[in-house]
Structure formats: C-alpha cells, structure tokens
C-alpha cells in the first residue's frame, strides 16, 4: 500500500556541507565534542548531530523504501527556525534552506514534497517567503512553531500571515521548536519535556487558534497539527465546558471549541493504537494523516506495518491514513 | 477491605442504589469570610468584590475567581445542595486556590490546623454525609508530616490534599520521600490537586489556563511520582489525581517511547510508565464520555473515583446522575465509580 508520510525532518546539504567544511553559515558552526560527536553551535544553541540526521538523501531513500515509505514530506531540522535571531539573519537562512529543500524535491519528485521555514518573528516577510516557497519553489506550505518567541497565534499581529497561507493554499505544520516546551523549566527530568511538553505545546497551538478566532478569520485555512494534535482530542470535552461556563473563553469564539477538530488535520503520531484509535473517533479519518517524526529517536520505528498491524482500524481507515487524505490535501500525483 | 479486582467485587446490587462518594469537593474556611468581612487578609489571602458584587480570591499576587456564590454554604447547605444532586458523601478539601507556598512556616501551620480544625468539625456534624481531607504545610516537610498524623489520626480525616508542585519542587523531589512514608503508614488519602497551572504564564485568556492548564498539571504531578519512582518505592501509597489524572490515559505511549529511546527518562524507573498506570487512582471529571470510557480501559474501571469539583463552574453539578446515565460503561463499572472504590479508599488502614 502507496504511504505518504508529512512528519518527516531534513537537514539541509546548504547548511550540513558548509559546516563540515569547517565554515561558518550565518553564524553558525560545527565542533567535535571530547566523544568526538559533532555539535552544532550557534549563539546559546548546541546541538548534537545524531547519526541518521547526517545522512544524505540517497541513504535516506534507502532508509524509507525500507521501512516501505514512498514519499516524505520534507521540513527542515527544527532547531534550524532561527525564530530568535535577527530577522534579517533568519530571512537569509529561510531561503537558502527553502530553496535547497525545493531542490532535493526536484530531483525525486516522486519521493519528496517539501514545507517551507518562515522567518515568523518578521510577519511581513514570513508572508513574502510563505509565496515564493508556494509559488516559485512549489512547496506545499509551511512547518512552524507552536509560537513566536512567547507570543501564541491568536495575537492580531500574525492573521496577515494566516490570511496569506490561506490565499497561497498553503499547508501550515504545527510542530515544536525542539528542546523548548513549556514543560522544560517546570521537570527537565526524565524527557518530560518531549513527551508531554511537545503534545500540551500543540495543544495550546490548537487553543490559540480557535478561541482566538483565527480559524473563523480563515475559514480556508489547512492546518496539520503534528504528535496527533497532542491531548486536543482528549481534553477537547473540557475546553467545551470552559467555553460554556466563562464569558472570557468566548470573546472570540462564536461555537464550541469542539466544533472546529475537523478543521485541523492531526499526524497519527501517538504511540499508541487505543490513542490513535480514539483520535479517529473523534476527528475522523479523512482528517488523520502518517506522520513518523523520522529521524528522530521519538519517531515511530515501522511506521507503515504499525499501521497496517492494527487490528483496530479498518482497511478503509488505514488507507485514509497512510495516504488517500494526504495525496488529496496536497495534490500530489498518483503514482 | 482487601484489594480484590474489578470482577471479584462483592455485593451484586445495581448501580442506582450504590452510594455517590464524591472524593473531589471543596470548601472555603470561615477564617477567610471572617476575615473578607472585616476587609482583612487571611494568611495572607484577600478576598473582593467586583463592580458585580461577585467575588475574587488574592493570594500570592494571582487574582482568580469569580467565585461561586454556593462558595459560602454552611455544611448543612451543602448537604441539600447533595441531596438535589443524588451525591451521599462528599470528601472535603479546602479550595486549592488558597495554597500559598510562600507563607512563613508558622503561619502556614496555624492556618492547615485552623483550616483542618472546621473540615473535622464538618465531618463530626455529618459523620454519614462528609468526610475530609487536610491540607498541610508543604513547604516544611517535617510539620507537613506532623499535621497530616495530626489530621488523620486525631481529627479522623482521611488524608491530604496537595498541590501539583510545591513552589519550583515537584513530587520527585526527594525532599518529599518521608511524607510519603508517613502516608502510607497512616493508610492516608494523598489528593493531587492543581493551585496555578504552568499555562496561565504562556497564555492568560479564554479560561485555558484552567481548561488546558489544569489537567496539564495533574498528569506532571502523576509522572513526577511515576517517572521519580515514587509509586514503586510506597506500593501502598493512596494517591488519587484529579480531573481524571488529565491527558495521563491517553499520553502515556509517548511516555512509554520516551522511557525506551532515553536513559534520562530511565533513572528512576526500572519498567515503563505504562506499568505504573495501575498504582493511582484518579477521579471522573473527564467532560467527554468517550473521554471516559478511554480512561476506564486504559486504566481499570477499579482505578476511577467519583468528582464533581463542587461548587465551581468547572465542576459536575450532578456527578452520580452522569455516571449512572452513561451507555458505555456497564452496571459494575458504574458501581466501582459510584463509590466501591471511593470507599475501600476511605477505609482507615485499607491499602490500595
């Protein structure tokens, strides 16, 4: 069966070739630490390179005909945002990763889709770069974070740029800056910060784009919330109720939260079959997409056969899932 | 009692008539009103009104409200407001909005004991309508364990209600290991309970702060005491979670994957989380049946108490007639719901 997979993260050869070249890149460059791991370092940033991030796109192709993936959807290495920088820093990395994304889709156009990276902390450029990425480099949208720099979504300075995705028919990726989740000062024990930090920051991405009435403003919008749109569809009963019982959770929100899940698209990334189970129960099929996390160690190891094991799902749904709603949401061609 | 398994469970009488033990009630000590009456603090805690008349708490700088007028009941209000609601029991605990961790020690003490002093006069009025739980003086381990013997073994409380966190502490924190002890000796109650969620400093509109929030931090406060290895080393600790233990049920996967794939994630827990998913008990206040049903199977139908989060708006203004009304969930699973569970809980010396 034909697999689709929108979670999937690339370390850009723009980026990896100049640092091991001992170059710097806007800023940026490469050490070896005393256990001889390569450390990327930019600013306060240290990031240690885990072996299949450095792979290249041919050993990356072998890896996903392996594990029986078609197509990865292409967003760059999160640590790569740059949402901290100056912006005129980050419009130039945006760019260049962009465009050599573009590039790698280009040359195995049946393997690859790719999202683009925004400078979002410039909102007008982000919109000048969500086009070209669009409309010149033929992306299927945009991987950003689940805020700016502290600031949430329904803040009025970001619906020009929801507007503009919505214009541009651009998917819009909601995935953590990795490492940052607000649960990371309050337990940074025991990856607290990862498994329940990442799903309660998409959860709030979740809240701040429906009670802040973006997704009223934009009623076309395409939204994927990446990690099986965190706990939205279990705590979903309790944001109702919220609404019900207090005037502030209704300030822009003219329906129940509850009203607006099939809004969103949710990667299937749970880890759990009960937990995917109960996602498509309460979004639906059509609005659950593959999504691996590749090449992370959080990532699902045999995305396809897990799906495919599930006694849970019916055939129908495991279509839907592994491919059917994203050939259509991001009009890819059928093989 | 002993600790039989869902199916074992004595007596086959039908759900409707099994008694409504609802673990998750609050109350606002006479001390505050005394006190807001006055147009004096209370340790610390202020209470106003707005424009409206309605009323907000102040404490620790952290203004929340309104607050519910039934806020104020007597016990025996209260117990009407019950019996409209088919609740048989109420196990009270003082409203965690009052929690203030930066109280000195001394006065955090004179306050647990004031606060502790009226849930037990309460329960001696009504000794068949309410029980209690105290609250303590964290942020002194020591007095905290002195009160909690004081409040279970003179006062006859059931437990403790704490917070999610105590100050920058989370429950892992070893600080903590002799008031566990302590509890499981006493075979007291430890009620987890969120006073702030972490949310509210990310986002202070729409109610998320609570709605998200809340839940939030009860399932850190479950994985503190899980991932710290907490339930392991007090196999007989009674620990209940509140508002469902949060996204705990559904979480846990990725929890699960985070112990696998990191040796951070394995220092203090020698098998997955999932495992330990039987060493709490957590209360009903899902707002979804599905929700619960989810928790139901994830955890045990023997693992679920009854909540209602009386008398605030985020609460269940009849918890028993939502649980009996359920289509889900069979007769003996609304039983244990209902109250088996609540009870062998309550039971002095019982063990989990």
Same mark, same amino acid.
């Given at each position: 069966?034909?697999?689709?997979?929108?979670?999937?993260?690339?370390?850009?050869?723009?980026?990896?070739?100049?640092?091991?070249?001992?170059?710097?890149?806007?800023?940026?460059?490469?050490?070896?630490?005393?256990?001889?791991?390569?450390?990327?370092?930019?600013?306060?940033?240290?990031?240690?390179?885990?072996?299949?991030?450095?792979?290249?796109?041919?050993?990356?192709?072998?890896?996903?005909?392996?594990?029986?993936?078609?197509?990865?959807?292409?967003?760059?290495?999160?640590?790569?945002?740059?949402?901290?920088?100056?912006?005129?820093?980050?419009?130039?990395?945006?760019?260049?990763?962009?465009?050599?994304?573009?590039? /790698?889709?280009?040359?195995?156009? #049946? @393997?690859?889709?790719? +999202? *683009?990276? =925004?400078?979002?902390?410039? &909102?007008?450029? %982000?919109?000048?770069?969500?086009?070209?990425?669009?409309?010149?480099?033929?992306?299927?949208?945009?991987?950003?974070?689940?805020?700016?720099?502290?600031?949430?979504?329904?803040?009025?300075?970001?619906?020009?740029?929801?507007?503009?995705?919505?214009?541009?028919?651009?998917?819009?990726?909601?995935?953590?800056?990795?490492?940052?989740?607000?649960?990371?000062?309050?337990?940074?024990?025991?990856?607290?910060?990862? /498994?329940?930090?990442?799903?309660? #920051? @998409?959860?709030?991405? +979740? *809240?701040? =784009?429906?009670?802040?009435? &973006?997704?009223? %403003?934009?009623?076309?919008?395409?939204?994927?919330?990446?990690?099986?749109?965190?706990?939205?569809?279990?705590?979903?009963?309790?944001?109702?109720?919220?609404?019900?019982?207090?005037?502030?959770?209704?300030?822009?929100?003219?329906?129940?939260?509850?009203?607006?899940?099939?809004?969103?698209?949710?990667?299937?990334?749970?880890?759990?079959?009960?937990?995917?189970?109960?996602?498509?129960?309460?979004?639906?099929?059509?609005?659950?997409?593959?999504?691996?996390?590749?090449?992370?160690?959080?990532?699902?190891?045999?995305?396809?056969?897990?799906?495919?094991?599930?006694?849970?799902?019916?055939?129908?749904?495991?279509?839907?899932?592994?491919?059917?709603?994203?050939?259509?949401?991001?009009?890819?061609?059928?093989? | 009692?002993?600790?039989?398994?869902?199916?074992?469970?004595?007596?086959?009488?039908?759900?409707?008539?099994?008694?409504?033990?609802?673990?998750?009630?609050?109350?606002?000590?006479?001390?505050?009103?005394?006190?807001?009456?006055?147009?004096?603090?209370?340790?610390?805690?202020?209470?106003?009104?707005?424009?409206?008349?309605?009323?907000?708490?102040?404490?620790?700088?952290?203004?929340?409200?309104?607050?519910?007028?039934?806020?104020?009941?007597?016990?025996?209000?209260?117990?009407?407001?019950?019996?409209?609601?088919?609740?048989?029991?109420?196990?009270?605990?003082?409203?965690?909005?009052?929690?203030?961790?930066?109280?000195?020690?001394?006065?955090?003490?004179?306050?647990?004991?004031?606060?502790?002093?009226?849930?037990?006069?309460?329960?001696?009025?009504?000794?068949?309508?309410?029980?209690?739980?105290?609250?303590?003086?964290?942020?002194?381990?020591?007095?905290?364990?002195?009160?909690?013997?004081?409040?279970?073994?003179?006062?006859?409380?059931?437990?403790?209600?704490?917070?999610?966190?105590?100050?920058?502490?989370?429950?892992?924190?070893?600080?903590?290991?002799?008031?566990?002890?302590?509890?499981?000796?006493?075979?007291?109650?430890?009620?987890?309970?969120?006073?702030?969620?972490?949310?509210?400093?990310?986002?202070?509109?729409?109610?998320?702060?609570?709605?998200?929030?809340?839940?939030?931090?009860?399932?850190?406060?479950?994985?503190?005491?899980?991932?710290?290895?907490?339930?392991?080393?007090?196999?007989?600790?009674?620990?209940?979670?509140?508002?469902?233990?949060?996204?705990?049920?559904?979480?846990?996967?990725?929890?699960?994957?985070?112990?696998?794939?990191?040796?951070?994630?394995?220092?203090?827990?020698?098998?997955?989380?999932?495992?330990?998913?039987?060493?709490?008990?957590?209360?009903?206040?899902?707002?979804?049946?599905?929700?619960?049903?989810?928790?139901?199977?994830?955890?045990?139908?023997?693992?679920?108490?009854?909540?209602?989060?009386?008398?605030?708006?985020?609460?269940?203004?009849?918890?028993?007639?939502?649980?009996?009304?359920?289509?889900?969930?069979?007769?003996?699973?609304?039983?244990?719901?209902?109250?088996?569970?609540?009870?062998?809980?309550?039971?002095?010396?019982?063990?989990?």
């Amino acid at each position: 069966m034909r697999s689709i997979d929108i979670h999937a993260h690339y370390s850009p050869a723009v980026v990896y070739d100049a640092l091991e070249a001992g170059r710097d890149w806007h800023g940026m460059r490469m050490e070896r630490d005393a256990r001889g791991r390569e450390v990327m370092i930019r600013g306060e940033q240290r990031k240690t390179r885990k072996p299949r991030a450095a792979w290249n796109v041919v050993q990356r192709i072998q890896d996903m005909d392996a594990m029986g993936v078609d197509v990865h959807v292409l967003s760059v290495q999160t640590w790569l945002y740059g949402y901290h920088l100056p912006a005129e820093v980050c419009i130039a990395t945006s760019r260049e990763i962009n465009d050599d994304i573009a590039h /790698t889709v280009r040359t195995y156009p #049946d @393997r690859f889709a790719g +999202f *683009a990276t =925004l400078p979002m902390q410039d &909102v007008p450029a %982000a919109i000048v770069e969500l086009r070209r990425a669009v409309g010149v480099l033929g992306l299927k949208g945009a991987m950003i974070a689940d805020h700016v720099n502290g600031h949430p979504y329904d803040e009025p300075q970001f619906l020009p740029f929801f507007r503009a995705a919505e214009e541009a028919g651009a998917l819009l990726f909601f995935h953590q800056l990795g490492g940052s989740s607000i649960v990371k000062e309050r337990n940074p024990r025991y990856h607290l910060s990862n /498994t329940i930090g990442n799903p309660l #920051d @998409r959860t709030m991405t +979740f *809240a701040s =784009l429906v009670f802040g009435g &973006v997704m009223d %403003a934009c009623p076309d919008l395409k939204v994927c919330l990446a990690h099986g749109g965190g706990y939205v569809c279990y705590g979903i009963g309790r944001m109702d109720r919220g609404w019900e019982a207090r005037s502030e959770a209704r300030t822009s929100l003219p329906q129940p939260p509850s009203r607006y899940l099939r809004r969103f698209y949710y990667d299937s990334l749970t880890h759990s079959e009960p937990a995917l189970r109960f996602l498509i129960d309460t979004v639906g099929a059509d609005r659950v997409v593959l999504g691996t996390d590749w090449p992370a160690d959080m990532q699902i190891d045999w995305p396809v056969s897990w799906i495919l094991g599930m006694a849970s799902l019916t055939d129908g749904e495991k279509e839907a899932i592994l491919w059917r709603n994203l050939e259509r949401l991001l009009d890819l061609p059928t093989p | 009692m002993t600790d039989q398994p869902a199916s074992a469970a004595a007596a086959p009488a039908p759900s409707q008539h099994q008694p409504a033990i609802d673990l998750h009630a609050h109350m606002m000590p006479r001390g505050l009103w005394s006190a807001a009456d006055e147009g004096r603090a209370w340790r610390g805690a202020t209470y106003e009104r707005d424009a409206e008349g309605r009323g907000w708490l102040v404490v620790g700088g952290v203004r929340s409200g309104p607050d519910p007028a039934r806020l104020r009941s007597t016990p025996e209000d209260r117990i009407r407001d019950m019996d409209a609601a088919g609740t048989d029991v109420q196990v009270v605990s003082m409203t965690p909005l009052l929690i203030d961790d930066s109280l000195d020690t001394d006065v955090a003490v004179r306050a647990a004991r004031e606060v502790n002093d009226e849930i037990a006069d309460w329960t001696r009025a009504f000794p068949t309508r309410l029980r209690g739980l105290a609250t303590l003086p964290l942020t002194d381990v020591a007095a905290a364990i002195a009160e909690l013997e004081r409040a279970v073994g003179v006062l006859g409380l059931a437990g403790a209600e704490v917070d999610t966190r105590v100050g920058d502490r989370a429950w892992d924190d070893p600080a903590f290991e002799p008031l566990f002890a302590a509890a499981e000796q006493l075979g007291a109650i430890l009620f987890f309970h969120p006073s702030y969620s972490l949310v509210w400093g990310r986002i202070t509109r729409y109610h998320l702060g609570n709605t998200i929030g809340n839940p939030a931090e009860d399932l850190l406060a479950a994985a503190a005491l899980i991932f710290g290895g907490v339930l392991d080393r007090h196999p007989d600790l009674k620990v209940v979670i509140a508002h469902g233990g949060g996204p705990l049920p559904f979480g846990i996967g990725r929890m699960d994957r985070g112990w696998q794939v990191r040796r951070i994630a394995r220092t203090g827990l020698l098998h997955p989380p999932s495992r330990d998913l039987r060493g709490l008990y957590v209360d009903c206040i899902t707002w979804s049946e599905p929700a619960l049903r989810f928790l139901v199977d994830t955890m045990g139908a023997d693992r679920v108490v009854l909540g209602s989060d009386w008398p605030y708006d985020m609460g269940l203004e009849e918890p028993a007639r939502w649980i009996r009304g359920m289509t889900s969930l069979t007769d003996d699973e609304k039983r244990l719901i209902l109250g088996v569970n609540a009870a062998r809980l309550l039971a002095s010396g019982g063990s989990r």
